[in-house]
């Protein structure tokens, strides 16, 4: 395991936002979803390609919360441009599991590192 200090996670911006759309996305490699996020007023909207279409639909996405990396740079992926990484955790099949907050939180809240839990 690669270990990274403190201040190496405190640099990432994981922060939660709510599915306020749900796209399928056909001209991806892998089954995917095209995903539109809230963060609330003071980050807005982002948009971000997610292949999690073995465990949810898009009625299941629409209205959830979801973790996100928010300061990677963007990437393209097809035609579509992705703003940040939904996280998530592989299965043995290979589906992803999405990292949720519960309960709900609110919009653009940041995880917490170990030291402000201690």
Request: net charge negative; aromatic share 8%.
């Amino acid at each position: 395991m690669n270990e990274i200090t403190w201040d190496d996670f405190a640099r990432v911006e994981l922060k939660v936002g709510t599915i306020v759309k749900a796209e399928h996305f056909p001209e991806a490699r892998k089954p995917a979803y095209k995903l539109t996020i809230d963060f609330g007023p003071n980050i807005g909207i982002r948009r971000s390609s997610a292949q999690i279409t073995d465990l949810y639909s898009i009625e299941d996405l629409v209205g959830k919360q979801v973790i996100a990396v928010l300061n990677f740079p963007e990437k393209q992926i097809g035609p579509f441009m992705s703003q940040c990484l939904v996280t998530g955790f592989h299965r043995e099949d290979g589906s992803v599991v999405l990292a949720v907050p519960d309960p709900a939180v609110e919009q653009s809240e940041k995880i917490l590192n170990g030291a402000m839990l201690s």
